[in-house]
C-alpha cells in the first residue's frame, strides 16, 4: 500500500495459497505500462534498500510516494526506494523543456 511504510518480515507457508497462471493469460503481451519519472537530481542511495540513479535517468514507478515520501521504483533490473522530491512525472518534464 502506497501510504504505509515499506516492512519485511517472514511468515509461515500453510498461510500462503499459490494460485497457478492461466497459460492463456500468460500468452498475451502485457500492456500494462507503468508510470515514469524523471530524476531532476541525481541519487546515491544511503540505505540497502535504495535506488542510486544519475540526473535525467528515467524511472518506472511500482508504488506511488508513501507518507515519508519515497516511491518504490525500478531502473533496470534493479529495484528499490527513491525520494519522490527528486523526480517528476515525464510528461511534466517534456512540457518544461
Known amino acids: 500500500f502506497p501510504d504505509q511504510p515499506v516492512r519485511v518480515g517472514w511468515f509461515p507457508a500453510e498461510c500462503v495459497q ?3 497462471i492461466n497459460p492463456a493469460a500468460s500468452s498475451q503481451p502485457n500492456t500494462l505500462k507503468l508510470p515514469q519519472c524523471i ?3 541525481p541519487y546515491e542511495a ?3 534498500d535504495e535506488l542510486s540513479f544519475p540526473a535525467d535517468a528515467v524511472l518506472e514507478i511500482l508504488h506511488e510516494a508513501n507518507a515519508s515520501g519515497w ?3 525500478r531502473l ?3 529495484i528499490g526506494l527513491i525520494p519522490s ?3 517528476q ?3 511534466s ?3 518544461c523543456k
Do not use: C, K, R, S
Open 93 to 95: 518534464h517534456n512540457q
Open 85 to 87: 522530491t527528486y523526480v
Open 46 to 48: 544511503q540505505q540497502d
Open 71 to 73: 516511491f518504490q521504483a
Open 39 to 41: 530524476a531532476i537530481f
Open 76 to 78: 533496470g533490473d534493479q
Open 18 to 20: 499459490i494460485q497457478e
Open 89 to 91: 512525472p515525464v510528461e
